[in-house]
């Protein structure tokens, strides 16, 4: 079973373009790569065709795992969504008690996550730790260094 992923219109067009991408660039591409190490005679000994072989089973991989990604996503209307408590597409900002550092994330899908932008993916310990919290709350999340003490300052959409 396919899991669910919830996603924005604006990541699902980005999926698709990818995609596009992928079937009508690269998939004939590499067909022609293959093709030309064919013409070079025999197999058995041609590293060029084993290489083209090989990047076209990834690429096939890689649709696949497109083509279910956007099989499995559902769009999420962000201007429904309540700031009651912290869910996914909420804008948050919080506090690192510890060392008095303000930060601001917006929580995304695992496709659409980018900490340079500051979107980070609903499957992160962060993530997970300030779903379903409230502002003023104080909480203490695991994370790989440690544990992190956070109070939630604010949420928005």
């Given at each position: 079973m396919t899991k669910i992923s919830y996603i924005t219109e604006e990541g699902l067009q980005k999926l698709k373009v990818e995609l596009e991408n992928l079937v009508g660039?690269?998939?004939p591409a590499i067909s022609k790569l293959i093709a030309e190490a064919r013409d070079k005679g025999d197999l058995s000994e041609n590293a060029e065709y084993?290489?083209?072989?090989?990047?076209?089973?990834?690429?096939?991989?890689?649709?696949?795992?497109?083509?279910?990604?956007?099989?499995?996503?559902?769009?999420i209307d962000g201007s429904?969504?309540?700031?009651?408590?912290i869910q996914i597409?909420?804008?948050?900002?919080?506090?690192?008690?510890?060392?008095?550092?303000?930060?601001?994330?917006?929580?995304?899908?695992?496709?659409e996550a980018d900490l340079?932008?500051?979107?980070?993916?609903?499957?992160?310990?962060?993530?997970?730790?300030l779903i379903g919290k409230k502002v003023g709350d104080h909480?203490?999340?695991?994370?790989?260094?440690?544990?992190?003490?956070?109070?939630?300052?604010?949420?928005s959409r």
């Amino acid at each position: 079973m396919t899991k669910i992923s919830y996603i924005t219109e604006e990541g699902l067009q980005k999926l698709k373009v990818e995609l596009e991408n992928l079937v009508g660039v690269e998939r004939p591409a590499i067909s022609k790569l293959i093709a030309e190490a064919r013409d070079k005679g025999d197999l058995s000994e041609n590293a060029e065709y084993e290489a083209a072989k090989e990047a076209q089973g990834m690429l096939e991989m890689k649709i696949a795992r497109l083509k279910d990604a956007i099989g499995s996503s559902r769009i999420i209307d962000g201007s429904k969504l309540d700031t009651e408590r912290i869910q996914i597409l909420n804008k948050i900002k919080i506090r690192n008690t510890k060392n008095n550092s303000t930060m601001e994330y917006t929580i995304v899908s695992d496709s659409e996550a980018d900490l340079k932008k500051g979107k980070i993916a609903v499957s992160t310990p962060i993530a997970r730790g300030l779903i379903g919290k409230k502002v003023g709350d104080h909480v203490e999340i695991q994370v790989p260094s440690g544990v992190i003490p956070f109070e939630i300052i604010e949420i928005s959409r």
